[in-house]
């Protein structure tokens, strides 16, 4: 069995930062691309940062220049460090890993979620 689980969340002031953290374990074979996502109260869940394996990145618009995201392919580890927080920034935080377990596919799994709440 896989899971992903996130941590580092919680409540900060605007301006303030925050470091998440999601692992991956289990039987995983390979992982070609680790992302999170983040919803807010009332809206969809939208893709915030994404990495594959290579190191490739790609941001959403309202978080490039504040947000990084990195990995550690040896650990299956995926981080995302949040500075200038913004109260737009507040909800919940999913990790999302695709991984190959025994056969070709990569199968996305998803975490819990970890909240993230900025106050202004």
């Known amino acids: 069995q896989v899971q992903v689980v996130e941590s580092g969340g919680g409540l900060v002031q605007a301006g303030g930062s925050l470091r998440l953290s999601c692992a991956a374990s289990?039987?995983?074979?390979?992982?070609?691309?680790m992302a999170w996502y983040r919803q807010a109260p009332g809206k969809q869940r939208e893709l915030v940062a994404s990495i594959t394996n290579g190191g490739s990145t790609n941001y959403a618009d309202s978080v490039k220049a504040r947000f990084t995201i990195s990995s550690d392919n040896a650990k299956n580890t995926v981080y995302l460090q949040m500075s200038s927080l913004e109260p737009g920034d507040t909800g919940v935080y999913y990790c999302?890993?695709?991984?190959?377990?025994?056969?070709?596919?990569?199968?996305?799994?998803w975490g819990q979620g970890t909240l993230v709440t900025v106050s202004s």
């Open positions: 999302n890993a695709d991984i190959r377990t025994t056969g070709r596919a990569y199968v996305p799994v």
């Open positions: 289990g039987s995983i074979l390979s992982i070609n691309r």
